[in-house]
C-alpha cells in the first residue's frame, strides 16, 4: 500500500483558490492577508492499471420514482421557500449577517417539527446548550422534545446521528454553525477552508446515507456571501439567504438554489419579542407607512419567485456642491442607476450630472429584476421635478439603452396583486400581442408606454441646478 503523507499549500480563507506560495494579496478574488498555510494529506495519483471496481447499475429515464415525503413545519413562509417542505436526506445551508435571526428561526423549527413527534437535534458549536435553552425559554418553546448538544467534533455528531444500531436515531439536525465544525485527522483550525469542505462534505455523505434532513448555518463575508469555499454551496442541495437589517422588523429569507423546489422565493418575517413572526401579506406591510402626494415615491409591483410583491421606492435629487456628484443607493444595483441616469439624460433630456441622487427600496427588501426600471426612472423624475406620482398607481417595465420600455413576464400576476389592495391605475409597458402573449384582463385602468420620454412628458420639467442658483 502506497503512504501517504501530510504536505503544506497556502490556500485563500475567502475564495479556496490555491498558491503556490505565501503572498500577501490573492490573485484571484484580490483580499490582502487572506491566505494562509494549511497541512493536508497528500494521497497517490490516479488509479494506475488496477482493474478492481463495480459495475455501475443504470437505470431507465422512465422508471416512476415515489413522491418525495416532506416534513412540514407550519410556519407557511419557511415552508414556502424551501418548496413545500423539509425534504428527508437533503442538506440545507443558511446564511445571513451575526443577529440576522437565523438561530432563532431555526430553534423554533425544530420545536414545532418536534412537537409533531419528529425526531430533532439542535447541535451548537458558538453556544452552550444552557444558552440555547434560554433563548428557547423566551421564545415560549422550552417544552418541546429537541435534543440539544454542544459539540464540535465531526466524528462525534456522524455517531451521534446514526445511533447505536446504525439507523437513524434523529430526522432533523441542525448544526449551528459549519464554521465551528472540525475533522480531527485534517491538521487545520476549525474556520479554514479544508476544514469547512471536509466537514460539509462527512456531514453530508452521512446524512444522505441515513436520510437524516441536515440544517447548516453558515457565516457570511462583509460582501454578503456565505463564508468558505464557494463549493459549499455546490455541495447541499438548497441555499437560503436570511436578509435584513438588525435595526429593522423585517427580515427576508430568500432562497437561491433549491433542488426541490423553485429558486428565488422569498418568506418574509417580522422579529418581534417572542421571535420570528410570518408575515402572510408583505405588499401590504411594505406599504403601511407610505406617504401620500409626496415627489419622488413610486410603488413598483415585483415578482419574487411566484408571489408578487408590492414595494415603495423612494427617491431623492438635491443639487450638489462637489465636481463629482453622490450616487447612495440601498435595497437595488448601483450600476443599473447608472445607467438609468445616463438614458434620462440622453434620452429625455433630464439633466442629473449635476445633482446628488439618492434611492431606496422601502422595507429592507433588495429588488434585483429588471421590471424595476420603470418605477425608478418614474421615482426620480418626480423628484427632479417635485410632481408626486398618483398614489393610487403601480408601475413596473424594464427600460433599454434606446429609451424603450419593454415587456416583462406575468403583467397580469402583478396587476391583480395591485388591484386586491387597492390600486386603481397602472404605468405598464405596451402588450406585446402574439400566441404565447394573451391580452392582459385586469380592473386596473392602464396607461401603456413605449419609450420612457412618453413617461417624462407626464411631469413637469425638472429644474436645473443653474437655475435653482439663479
Known amino acids: 500500500m502506497a503512504k501517504s503523507s501530510s504536505k503544506a499549500q497556502f490556500i485563500c480563507q475567502s475564495c479556496g483558490s490555491v498558491a503556490p506560495r505565501w503572498q500577501g494579496k490573492c490573485e484571484s478574488c484580490g483580499e490582502w492577508n487572506s491566505i494562509t498555510e494549511e497541512r493536508i494529506e497528500s494521497t497517490p495519483k490516479g488509479l494506475g492499471s488496477s482493474t478492481k471496481g463495480n459495475v455501475i447499475q443504470f437505470e431507465d429515464l422512465k422508471s416512476e420514482s415515489p413522491d418525495l415525503p416532506r416534513s412540514v413545519s407550519g410556519i407557511s413562509e419557511f415552508d414556502r421557500v424551501v418548496g413545500g417542505g423539509l425534504v428527508p436526506g437533503s442538506a440545507v445551508l443558511i446564511g445571513g449577517d451575526p443577529g440576522i435571526g437565523k438561530s432563532t428561526l431555526l430553534l423554533q423549527l425544530v420545536c414545532i417539527l418536534a412537537n409533531k413527534n419528529v425526531q430533532c437535534a439542535y447541535i451548537s458549536g458558538e453556544e452552550a446548550v444552557d444558552q440555547v435553552r434560554l433563548r428557547a425559554k423566551r421564545l415560549g418553546l422550552a417544552q418541546s422534545p429537541v435534543d440539544l448538544a454542544s459539540a464540535t467534533n465531526v466524528r462525534d455528531i456522524v455517531k451521534s446521528m446514526s445511533g447505536a444500531n446504525g439507523k437513524k436515531a434523529y430526522d432533523i439536525m441542525v448544526i449551528d454553525s459549519i464554521q465551528t465544525m472540525y475533522v480531527d485527522t485534517v491538521d487545520s483550525a476549525p474556520g479554514t477552508v479544508t476544514q469547512v469542505r471536509t466537514s460539509t462534505q462527512e456531514l453530508i455523505r452521512n446524512a444522505k446515507r441515513l436520510g437524516v434532513t441536515l440544517l447548516i448555518v453558515g457565516h457570511v463575508t462583509k460582501e454578503g456571501a ?34 426541490f423546489g423553485p429558486t428565488d422565493e422569498i418568506g418574509v418575517f417580522e422579529m418581534a419579542g417572542a421571535g420570528l413572526m410570518e408575515v402572510q401579506n408583505p405588499s401590504a406591510l411594505f406599504l403601511s407607512e407610505r406617504a401620500e402626494n ?68 422601502a422595507g429592507g427588501l433588495k429588488i434585483s429584476e429588471p421590471a424595476a426600471d420603470l418605477a425608478v426612472a418614474v421615482a426620480l423624475i418626480s423628484a427632479a421635478s417635485g410632481d408626486p406620482v398618483p398614489a393610487d398607481t403601480v408601475i413596473f417595465g424594464e427600460i433599454g439603452l434606446a429609451g424603450e420600455v419593454r415587456h416583462v413576464s406575468q403583467p397580469e400576476l402583478r396587476m391583480k396583486e395591485a388591484s386586491k389592495l387597492g390600486f386603481k391605475a397602472g404605468f405598464v409597458p405596451k402588450p406585446v400581442k402574439s400566441k404565447n402573449n394573451p391580452p392582459v384582463e385586469s380592473d386596473l385602468k392602464t396607461e401603456n408606454f413605449e419609450t420612457l420620454d412618453q413617461v417624462a412628458r407626464l411631469f ?11
Open 294 to 361: 409626496v415627489s419622488g415615491s413610486a410603488v413598483f409591483a415585483g415578482l419574487e419567485g411566484s408571489r408578487p410583491v408590492l414595494v415603495e421606492i423612494q427617491a431623492l435629487v438635491a443639487p450638489t456642491s462637489y465636481s463629482t456628484p453622490k450616487r447612495a443607493v440601498v435595497g437595488w444595483d448601483t450600476n443599473r442607476l447608472s445607467m438609468l441616469l445616463a438614458v434620462l439624460e440622453s434620452r429625455c433630456g433630464v439633466m442629473m450630472s449635476g445633482m446628488d441622487v439618492y434611492l431606496n427600496v
Open 226 to 259: 456565505i463564508a468558505g469555499p464557494r463549493v459549499l454551496e455546490h455541495m447541499v442541495d438548497t441555499v437560503l439567504y436570511f436578509e435584513g437589517d438588525r435595526g429593522h422588523q423585517f427580515r427576508i429569507l430568500r432562497g437561491v438554489k433549491n433542488r
Open 460 to 470: 413637469k420639467k425638472p429644474v436645473s441646478r443653474h437655475e435653482m442658483h439663479d
